[in-house]
């Protein structure tokens, strides 16, 4: 069982639609990662938070906002995707308390959301 | 940036034999971590690599680093079908940079 747990596990979605991708972590960990993943790809990084503030954007399109309500949640909101956007997205966190740098512990996935798009 | 490769990137490997994975990566970098990765599934940490010429060993992998030569071995013992999965190496230098991957497949 993993301690990073991803809602849902599989969304299809339409072009015009609206969705969010829900990530939550209980290990107290100070940093969240979203992830792209494609098949057969290694992990593609998105944004990474740090103590709750966005601090690294891969240039990412505006079509995908992140979200960070609190050190435990993380959200990735979705809104007018492209077919090529469809991808597993694996939220991630590291940096336990008391750890002053996010890469001194291995990032711990969640299950991803398998993300098609219509 | 950071560029990690791995080599080979496909190894079809049969039962009871040896082998290794390679990770070299571009420069400097502070911790090197491995990653197992089953079909459909997520990402699973093995080993983290402090410093020049650790060396981590659980079950039939074992990891190694050297950091003057920035490579990374992951050995593979007397391979059993279980270990069929996709291995990543990822370097870590201000963000997590992750190697190509390897698509490891075992056979009987």
């Known amino acids: 069982d993993t301690e990073v747990t991803q809602t849902p596990k599989h969304l299809v979605m339409g072009m015009t639609n609206k969705k969010s991708l829900k990530c939550e972590q209980h290990m107290g960990h100070r940093a969240m990662y979203w992830y792209k993943q494609k098949a057969k790809k290694p992990p593609e990084l998105m944004f990474v938070?740090?103590?709750?503030?966005?601090?690294i954007n891969e240039s990412v399109p505006s079509r995908f906002s992140p979200e960070c309500p609190n050190s435990s949640l993380l959200n990735l909101h979705l809104h007018a995707l492209q077919p090529e956007d469809s991808a597993l997205y694996l939220c991630a966190s590291s940096q336990e308390p008391g750890n002053p740098h996010p890469y001194n512990s291995p990032l711990h996935f969640g299950n991803g959301t398998r993300l098609t798009v219509t | 940036e950071l560029k990690v490769e791995q080599n080979p990137l496909f190894l079809s490997m049969q039962e009871g034999k040896n082998y290794t994975i390679y990770c070299n990566y571009s420069t400097t970098s502070d911790r090197l971590y491995w990653y197992r990765q089953d079909p459909g599934k997520s990402l699973e940490s093995l080993f983290v690599?402090?410093?020049?010429?650790a060396v981590k060993q659980e079950g039939r992998l074992m990891a190694s680093l050297d950091t003057k030569a920035r490579l990374s071995t992951l050995h593979i013992t007397a391979a059993v079908h279980d270990l069929s999965a996709t291995y990543f190496c990822?370097?870590?230098?201000?963000?997590?940079?992750f190697g190509t991957g390897t698509s490891l497949t075992v056979i009987p």
């Open positions: 690599l402090l410093s020049n010429g």
């Open positions: 938070y740090s103590y709750e503030k966005l601090s």
């Open positions: 990822a370097s870590t230098r201000g963000q997590f940079y």
